[in-house]
């Protein structure tokens, strides 16, 4: 099955990785929006009950790395699929970073009893930095065996 959508219509076609990472639309976009659909609906269930700062502003980190990773898809021809990839869980790491700040500062601000948000709740940040160093080895792997 040929994925090389631009070169089906005429233009270039994307940049091929050196290792494992390729350009795939299934895999780009359902990775994009898988890893930040939680954004989305955090914001809508904030809006929803009446906290509509602290809904836009989290639907504002949803939709900016959404853009980043469109962005970056549009760019492929001259971006390096595994580039791309670090790039967008870059991004979705600093969204939901905001994202988890804003909804501190809001639930101080609205609460006058102690919230149960606490520091312990960025530990699921975690999950992008893993992922970046997870991923970076695999391409090095890859890389080293296609040599």
Not at 90 to 115: A, G, Y
């Amino acid at each position: 099955m040929n994925n090389d959508l631009g070169k089906q219509r005429g233009k270039a076609a994307p940049l091929r990785g050196p290792g494992r990472f390729q350009w795939h639309t299934g895999a780009w976009f359902g990775g994009q929006l898988g890893a930040s659909s939680y954004l989305g609906i955090l914001g809508c269930v904030f809006w929803s009950q009446g906290n509509v700062l602290a809904g836009f502003l989290i639907l504002c980190c949803f939709f900016a790395a959404n853009f980043i990773g469109w962005r970056l898809w549009a760019k492929r021809t001259r971006i390096k699929p595994f580039m791309a990839v670090q790039v967008l869980l870059l991004s979705l790491f600093s969204f939901s970073l905001l994202s988890f700040v804003f909804i501190e500062l809001f639930l101080k601000r609205v609460s006058l009893h102690k919230t149960d948000f606490s520091a312990a709740n960025y530990l699921v940040l975690l999950t992008f930095p893993v992922l970046m160093l997870l991923f970076w080895l695999v391409e090095r792997g890859a890389g080293r065996a296609n040599k």
